[in-house]
């Protein structure tokens, strides 16, 4: 259990962090929970989780707040669970940073499967340097969780955006359907996946520096997915 991932649960109502908890650890997990932000916050300098359940409604500090600081400062998985079900609630936390969105009341089978599809990425061979990929002049450090432009400057990235920058640098120059997308990241499908898709792609089109109007790396190819035309190495 000690390699089990860890998933961090900040929610100031314990019956559902003892529920998150119970199932999470009967699905083979290890669960650190909290009550209010200060704690977690505090609890961030000393342990990596490999997950965190935020929920929006904190008693002393907004989430969305915190969920965007997450998303900037740490390369674990982020998933919001929240009673707030309005569209734009959504779209905003996947906006700043979120990798998932889960309304309450929710089934905790279904947040499990939901976190092992967040940690379920490909790897490639470990070994020295491995982590870190070049393409097109700039830097991908999967270990930092970092983008390093070709002038040098160096742009965190979030789990989320990770993700989908890892599947694009496997498949170069070919294209990627919405379905491989799916397959590939995880997730459920409909308009929350695919709205989720557009914000990371076109947060990793700003940290490439890239002109909307008219992208070189990432194209859309409309009604079919998306294609990375940036050469390796």
């Not at 092992?116 to 340097?129: D, M, N, S, V, Y």
């Not at 870190?132 to 969780?145: E, H, K, N, V």
């Not at 498949?171 to 695919?194: C, K, Y």
């Amino acid at each position: 259990m000690t390699d089990a991932p860890l998933i961090a649960i900040l929610d100031d109502e314990p019956e559902i962090r003892r529920l998150l908890s119970a199932a999470l650890e009967e699905a083979g997990f290890r669960t650190v929970g909290f009550a209010r932000a200060t704690e977690f916050e505090a609890a961030l300098r000393r342990i990596q989780p490999d997950a965190c359940l935020i929920d929006l409604g904190l008693p002393d500090r907004d989430g969305l707040a915190l969920v965007h600081r997450l998303a900037s400062e740490s390369g674990a998985a982020i998933i919001i669970i929240s009673g707030r079900a309005q569209v734009q609630d959504r779209v905003t936390g996947l906006e700043l940073g979120a990798d998932d969105y889960i309304i309450k009341p929710f089934e905790p089978a279904e947040v499990v499967a939901r976190i092992r599809a967040r940690l379920r990425k490909p790897q490639r061979e470990t070994g020295p340097g491995r982590q870190q990929i070049r393409f097109a002049g700039w830097a991908a450090d999967f270990d930092r969780y970092t983008l390093t432009s070709p002038e040098g400057a160096e742009t965190p990235i979030s789990h989320a955006e990770a993700e989908v920058l890892r599947l694009f640098l496997d498949n170069p120059r070919r294209l990627i359907s919405r379905a491989q997308m799916l397959e590939t990241l995880g997730g459920t499908a409909g308009e929350s996946f695919d709205r989720a898709m557009d914000v990371r792609i076109s947060r990793l089109r700003t940290k490439l520096g890239e002109d909307p109007k008219n992208p070189r790396l990432i194209k859309t190819i409309y009604g079919a997915g998306y294609i990375f035309l940036a050469e390796l190495g």
